[in-house]
């Protein structure tokens, strides 16, 4: 077994379900007492999020590629960066740590292309629907375009993300507010939704909506666990 690093904290609420997750899969996968082999190194997160909202994203890939290197050190085999967010220096964490790295929009991507949908709508921060860096990855390697919410949806999407979502709190307003700009997604041709923000599967679950959810905190964390017994 390959042993999995963690880049963790943002939000360590969803950094959890990653190695709930991990290590279920490992068990469910080998038996007995099995569990992960894996490495975390978790981040503060209001450290992040500040350079978010000042949009310094070369101290945020500093960050990253920093964290990556301490894995790699630890004894990690490869990386995952538990949060949408930050796979805007995905590639540059990669390449500057010198460490594989599973991409998760790779991960929603090739899960959303075996169940044959083409038009997708993509939920997250307003960082992950509003910059290039994941509709572009899904277009050009998997031929699916990622519609997005409008602007006052985009901003009640991420106010919920960072100032509840984030904090633990789950509110049924909350739930009932994505719900409908996810059926406003679909009445503009999405085949199926991208949960892309780990903390949204914490609030909306398939359960809750007519399309396919693509839960990229749960496929990204089963990626891994592909990863490291193959």
Known sequence: MKTIGLIG????????????IINESVRDRLGGLHSAKCIMCSVDFEEIAKLQREGDWKELTEKMVGAARKLKTAGADFVIICTNTMHIMADDVRDQADIPLIHIADAAGQNIKEKGLKKVGLLGTKFTMEKDF??????ENYGIEAIIPDENDREEVHRIIFEELCAGVIKRSSKARFKEVIAKLVSSGAEGVILGCTEIPLIIKQEDVNVPVFDTMTIHAVSAVDMALN
């Open 134 to 139: 994941y509709k572009k990855r899904l277009q």
């Open 9 to 20: 904290g943002m939000s360590w609420e969803s950094s959890i379900e990653y190695y709930r």
